[in-house]
């Protein structure tokens, strides 16, 4: 695997290396000794998958306190634009993000340890999203900011005043409203 440092301490673009033959393909998805051997400690504890339709916002969601979750997260088909916004006190990149495009096609993964709020935009008709945490979902401990905050300034390269979102992601707080009281 290739572990790729990204401009944000801790997240990293995770390459797999792919056996191709007449047959398709194979690859190690994820394999904790070479995790261990690039020094990136985790132990995953649920596995979790969503299926979306072109358009479609998830996010940006993060689990707070002892509840908060480290994510290596992947795409198993179609293409989406997956985004970490770094919600860390006292870190120097606070409040930036990083977009990373992961698909079917390219099997990139993006490794957002904890302290991040996470979401992901279909780029693709459909997507297949997959991501293993490590630690398990708290609803008590859940959060959430704005994914169309111009303060972020996040490009979701689709258009957010179209896209599909929950409710609940519709009424989350925007970063300063965030900043302000946790």
Request: hydrophobic fraction near 35%; proline fraction near 3%; include cysteine.
């Amino acid at each position: 695997m290739n572990f790729i440092k990204t401009d944000i301490e801790g997240v990293y673009i995770v390459e797999p290396r792919i056996f191709p033959d007449s047959r398709g393909y194979f690859f190690e998805s994820y394999n904790q000794r070479e995790f261990e051997k690039a020094g990136l400690r985790y132990v995953f504890v649920q596995d979790n998958q969503s299926q979306s339709v072109y358009g479609t916002i998830r996010g940006l969601h993060f689990q707070k306190g002892e509840q908060a979750q480290a994510k290596l997260v992947r795409v198993i088909f179609g293409k989406v634009l997956d985004v970490a916004v770094d919600i860390r006190r006292g870190s120097a990149t606070y409040g930036r993000h990083i977009a990373v495009e992961l698909s079917g096609e390219n099997n990139r993964q993006l490794l957002i340890p904890r302290g991040f709020a996470h979401g992901f935009s279909v780029l693709s008709e459909h997507a297949v999203f997959a991501y293993k945490v490590d630690n398990l979902f708290c609803s008590a401990s859940e959060g959430g900011i704005r994914f169309d905050d111009p303060d972020l300034g996040i490009d979701w390269r689709i258009d957010v005043k179209k896209a599909l979102t929950s409710e609940k992601d519709q009424h989350y707080p925007s970063f300063k409203e965030f900043m302000a009281c946790c």
